[in-house]
């Protein structure tokens, strides 16, 4: 009987995680796979490691520390950027190894036991929180929201932010706004796949998207659906044969985009 | 007749660098003008401050606003302002030019659409509605956005440097456009091709730090000192030559 409780409130953590993850993925993602943010991302998905150490050392909860420090970073980084006076890879390389840096330090500085690193790095069911569904799921109403009341104005910002000044004195704050969600994105679905993963469970979908569709709209819901097909599916082959769920998540998402690329292939050759 | 903005002794600079200084220019409804002059002389600048994203340091411009304001520019922007591997159709990004009548909260009416599929019949694009822009001729691609920049009625359209990227084959049509276009909107047009917009415009602004206003058509030898540097121009015959200066 406690077993079947226990194995009910997986099911249900990870099937309410696997559609939050998906549809929070599927529109950051789309996001700054069509911007060309996936390196900025990569950069903001490592340096919030900083933001989990230091959590810990002070006793906070480390996805609070995770979310202050992605954000802060993000935000660096743009307005770094947008004032030209330091190479964008440069500084997103620098962030990237001082937050891992940084997050070590604090860990080992910690007192008593040692906090499940490898959760954090790679990702892991047991550890999500009922709090962290619900925080996900807030996420994706912001998400959808945001998306849905601004969605031409985000487009046109991203797709050509010179001609966007012309008629808007807005681009700078939307350009923020956006790169913090995207930032909170990240962070709140660094318990599923890991630090070191997350950044693939934004870039992937969107790519496997993009081989059907060049149009906006269609790539984010093609994407939600990519992204849950293999969140979903990776979560079951996870648990059957007993292997980490960020990696195998990953791997079956990287096995979709594959086959989707071939089929892909096969129907240009079949018209072409 | 009547002038749609005026500028008075107007100075513009990047922090310290003086680009524009004490410019007296007018534009009235019908004008058609080549702006020339040399990279760096400031031609995109006195763009940017009709457009409002410059601020002037000193001196004024002022829009005639029974006719104009600055919800009425067409702006057609050097090629590589937008990514043209953005997953963004043509109609998107014609649509996008009604973005400057709209507020923050946008959404597209089902006028805004017949409108934008009038621009893609108007400039020849029909077919490559939903076409992503990576898929487009160079020309097709100069076209998408001009359609972009006139969706929305301007009383003036500013081109910068259209012919950089304008294909041979379409380089006439899209001057015969312009043209026809004018016939309901003054044209200001930034080249420093010379030579290939001077059969096209009514008029010419040479823009070297100052502004000569120059009313006809004809280029003259001031106009092409305002170079600073050795330039050719190029005429068309019916068998191909150069032509040298005369012996003295």
């Known amino acids: 009987m406690e077993e079947s409780i226990f194995q009910y409130d997986f099911i249900i953590k990870g099937l309410l995680g696997a559609v939050f993850a998906s549809i929070t993925a599927g529109l950051a993602g789309t996001y700054i796979v069509s911007k060309r943010m996936v390196f900025l991302s990569g950069g903001i998905s490592h340096a919030s490691f900083g933001g989990i150490g230091i959590g810990y050392f002070a006793g906070i909860n480390p996805v609070v520390g995770a979310a202050v420090f992605s954000i802060l970073s993000a935000l660096g980084v743009e307005y770094l950027s947008v004032r030209h006076k330091i190479r964008e890879d440069s500084a997103i390389g620098i962030l990237w190894a001082f937050g891992m840096a940084t997050g070590i330090i604090f860990i080992y500085l910690t007192p008593g036991y040692t906090p499940n690193l490898m959760g954090y790095l790679f990702g892991s069911i047991l550890t999500v929180t009922n709090a962290d569904i619900i925080a996900l799921g807030i996420m994706s109403l912001i998400l959808i929201v945001y998306f849905g009341v601004f969605y031409r104005t985000i487009l046109y910002i991203s797709f050509d932010e010179v001609f966007a000044r012309t008629y808007s004195s807005y681009v700078d704050i939307f350009k923020y706004i956006t790169t913090a969600l995207v930032a909170l994105t990240i962070v709140l679905n660094i318990r599923m796949a890991g630090v070191v993963l997350v950044i693939s469970l934004l870039t992937i979908p969107p790519n496997i998207a993009m081989l059907f569709t060049r149009v906006y709209l269609k790539i984010i819901v093609l994407s939600v659906i990519a992204g849950f097909t293999g969140t979903a599916a990776g979560y079951v082959i996870s648990y059957f044969a007993g292997i980490p769920v960020g990696a195998t998540i990953i791997f079956t998402l990287v096995v979709i985009w594959i086959v989707a690329k071939v089929i892909n292939q096969v129907v240009i050759k079949k018209n072409g | ?248």
Do not use: W
């Open chain 2, 1 to 248: 007749m009547a002038y749609l903005f005026e500028m008075h002794s107007l100075s513009a600079s990047y922090d310290t660098n003086v680009v524009l200084k004490d410019v007296d220019f007018k534009v009235s409804e019908s004008d058609f003008i080549g702006v020339i002059g040399p990279n760096g002389g400031g031609k995109t600048t006195l763009l940017k401050v009709i457009l409002g994203l410059l601020k002037p340091v000193k001196g004024k411009i002022v829009f005639n606003t029974d006719l104009i304001n600055r919800n009425s520019i067409g702006y057609l922007p050097q090629i590589s302002t937008g990514d043209i591997n953005y997953p963004v159709t043509v109609t998107d990004v014609i649509l996008s030019g009604m973005m400057i009548q709209k507020k923050i909260i946008s959404r597209m009416s089902s006028s805004d659409r017949s409108r934008a599929g009038e621009v893609i019949n108007e400039l020849g694009l029909s077919g490559l509605a939903d076409s992503s822009l990576n898929e487009l001729s160079g020309g097709q691609l100069q076209r998408v956005l001009l359609g972009r920049a006139i969706i929305g009625n301007p009383k003036l359209l500013l081109l910068d440097e259209p012919g950089n990227f304008v294909d041979s084959t379409f380089e006439n049509d899209f001057y015969e456009k312009l043209r026809e276009l004018n016939k309901r909107m003054a044209i200001l047009m930034v080249s420093h091709d010379i030579g290939i917009i001077s059969s096209h415009v009514k008029s010419y602004a040479c823009v070297n730090r100052g502004l000569h206003y120059h009313p006809s058509s004809e280029i003259t030898n001031e106009q092409l000192l305002a170079y600073g540097c050795p330039i050719q121009l190029i005429t068309h015959g019916d068998v191909p030559h150069t032509v040298l200066k005369y012996h003295n």
